[in-house]
């Protein structure tokens, strides 16, 4: 015998660092194991959990096999004829055990018991007593246990039926149990017929007496033994208290209840949210959720997204891709945020920033990330229009200055051209006074950029009015050109506080805009709409040529032209009216098809 495994007179087995008594586990009919004592852990080389599930074989000796398969099935039914078996995955090499008691619970479970057997040719006192040891099945459960004859003759109990119901075991083994209300006696015959019908458990919720008299409520599990005859010699019965049963079955379902309802709860957040929540496994590589959120932000259906992550970047700009690529791959324990753009269906460019958590294990490693995305395009936007203000407003500065030192220089040689003599002689004094209108009205664009309206000249004036002014002074040079107005106008007209010359020389310079962009003839739609937040949004639609998008975001800057001799200043007098009025202009163009502007004012109420 090694070294490391010696007997220990008065506890068992000693194994280096515990005493093994007896192992006792409990199988399925095929063998898988369903549970198991602390000591068939402390002898093999498994834990506990991965213990349950494997095959019991798989800790016998493949030559003990056959005869192992062979006797627990012989019991089944009948006594068991103890054998012997090696266990092969012990700390130890094929630590030999006695199996000297073998239950089964149900005709798929079975309990069994098996003994060390040390290699001396004499057994110690109590090396012999364990082997000698009758173990019954209550040895192996916790629950209040009661075994009796056919005819109702207590052969043994427990001690937590004792406990339970009150009695002493000498004050019931050897006598007729009388713990069953006279007027629940039928049960115990129905149990017997059931028993003797085949049944291998008889299962239900009943009462039974105490000592002190009263009406215990017990849920109570009846097993059959059997004779070599195959004949129900004694019953054995498993009670448990029905409130334990009950409270806990009521608590645990108050639990799932309670999990169901935050696993609700947060599903309806994340599913209604503007913002995609995303979980990754780091070792799967995989997603283990992605919100519907998600595919409204980049455009890509949740399920392609869970079976290919690598698909998150596939609708990201293509100049913003490597620089995505680089954030995903330099992922560390740190929270990181990048901003980029997708281009969804519609091939709309939408600014998107994603923010990734990671998740941290106990030992300092990143088990998962938590993503939050959202569309930020909004933000974006007003940040631009913010610095564009910014700039109109130094521009306005400047021009305001310059504005003031051409005027009066120009009216004066204004003045003196207007005192030559006229006559065929002179041709170019004519030419000379419209040149300098031109400066004029330039210098007037100028001023308009220096100076915000005070708003005395605003008036409550028809929405529908402004824009059937402006289009009868355009229509004669927008039919030399070969090109259309279409109205899609409110049927219900809108009204705005405005300076009417302002608001019409915007539509003006939009409409000229246009016109440019259309040099083969097209259409210009004009619509109107109310929007939420008492707003009335003007669009005006060609046909053009389109802008590209790197230009588009520069429109309204100082000096910026898509003309090749054009100053800008068209639309930054447009931009500097529209704040004047308290509205926001936006630009929408995809190239070969034409541009969108959209200007938003606020509604005013007509004086009654």
């Not at 009919?29 to 402390?42: H, M, P, Y």
């Not at 004499?122 to 009661?146: H, N, P, Q």
């Not at 997204?305 to 698909?311: F, R």
């Not at 891709?321 to 969804?344: A, D, Q, W």
Request: charged share 25%; glycine share 6%.
């Amino acid at each position: 015998m090694p070294n490391s495994c010696v007997l220990h007179e008065d506890k068992g087995l000693m194994t280096g660092n515990a005493y093994v008594e007896k192992l006792i586990f409990s199988l399925t009919k095929s063998g898988v194991i369903l549970n198991a004592s602390r000591d068939f852990c402390t002898i093999s080389v498994e834990k506990i959990p991965s213990i349950i599930g494997t095959s019991i074989y798989e800790f016998v000796h493949e030559d003990d096999r056959p005869l192992f398969i062979e006797r627990i099935n012989e019991s089944y039914g009948a006594s068991l004829i103890p054998f012997t078996f090696r266990f092969t995955k012990s700390k130890w090499s094929f630590l030999p055990f006695y199996v000297n008691m073998c239950s089964w619970i149900s005709h798929n479970e079975v309990h069994i018991q098996a003994i060390p057997i040390f290699e001396t040719s004499a057994y110690t006192s109590v090396e012999r007593a364990l082997i000698d040891k009758e173990i019954t099945v209550f040895d192996i459960t916790d629950g209040a246990a009661i075994n009796y004859t056919f005819d109702g003759t207590v052969t043994g109990v427990n001690d937590a039926y004792v406990e339970l119901f009150g009695w002493t075991k000498e004050e019931l083994e050897g006598k007729e149990a009388s713990i069953i209300p006279d007027f629940l006696l039928y049960e115990f015959i129905e149990i017997k017929e059931r028993l003797e019908n085949g049944e291998k458990v008889v299962q239900l919720n009943t009462v039974r007496i105490t000592k002190n008299g009263l009406m215990l409520p017990v849920n109570i599990k009846v097993l059959a033994d059997y004779d070599d005859d195959g004949m129900v010699r004694s019953v054995f019965a498993l009670l448990r208290k029905l409130e334990e049963t009950l409270e806990m079955k009521a608590f645990v379902e108050k639990q799932l209840g309670n999990i169901l309802q935050q696993e609700v709860l947060i599903k309806d957040i994340t599913r209604n949210s503007e913002f995609g929540i995303c979980q990754f496994d780091v070792e799967k590589g995989m997603y283990l959720y992605v919100s519907p959120g998600i595919e409204r932000l980049i455009g890509i259906p949740v399920l392609d997204l869970m079976k290919d992550p690598a698909l998150f970047v596939s609708t990201c700009h293509p100049d913003d891709k490597i620089e995505l690529f680089r954030f995903y791959e330099e992922l560390s324990k740190e929270t990181t945020e990048i901003e980029y753009r997708v281009v969804n269906k519609d091939e709309k460019i939408c600014w998107i920033r994603t923010k990734i958590t990671p998740v941290i294990d106990g030992v300092g490693e990143v088990m998962r990330y938590v993503s939050i995305t959202q569309d930020i395009s909004k933000l974006k936007m007003q940040d631009e229009l913010l610095r564009k203000w910014d700039m109109l407003h130094i521009v306005g500065q400047l021009s305001a200055s310059f504005a003031h030192q051409v005027r009066n220089p120009l009216t004066t040689i204004k003045g003196f051209i207007q005192l030559l003599p006229m006559g065929p002689e002179n041709t170019f004094g004519s030419i000379m006074t419209e040149e300098l209108s031109k400066i004029e009205l330039i210098i007037e664009e100028f001023l308009q950029l220096a100076k915000p309206s005070n708003g005395t000249g605003f008036t409550t004036t028809s929405i529908y009015n402004e824009i059937t002014r402006t289009i009868a002074l355009m229509e004669k040079e927008a039919m030399l050109n070969n090109i259309s107005f279409n109205m899609k106008l409110n049927a219900k007209d809108q009204f705005i506080h405005c300076e009417s010359k302002q608001i019409q020389q915007v539509f003006i310079n939009l409409m000229k805009n246009s016109i440019d962009a259309m040099p083969n003839g097209g259409v210009i739609t004009i619509s109107t709409v109310a929007a939420e937040g008492r707003v009335v949004k003007v669009t005006l639609s060609d046909t053009g040529i389109g802008i590209p998008p790197e230009r588009l975001s520069k429109l309204g800057e100082p000096y910026y032209s898509l003309k090749e001799k054009g100053t800008g200043l068209g639309l930054m007098v447009s931009y500097k009216i529209i704040e004047n009025h308290h509205g926001s202009i936006q630009f929408k163009s995809k190239e070969g098809f034409g541009t969108t502007v959209e200007i938003s004012l606020p509604i005013s109420v007509p004086a009654s």
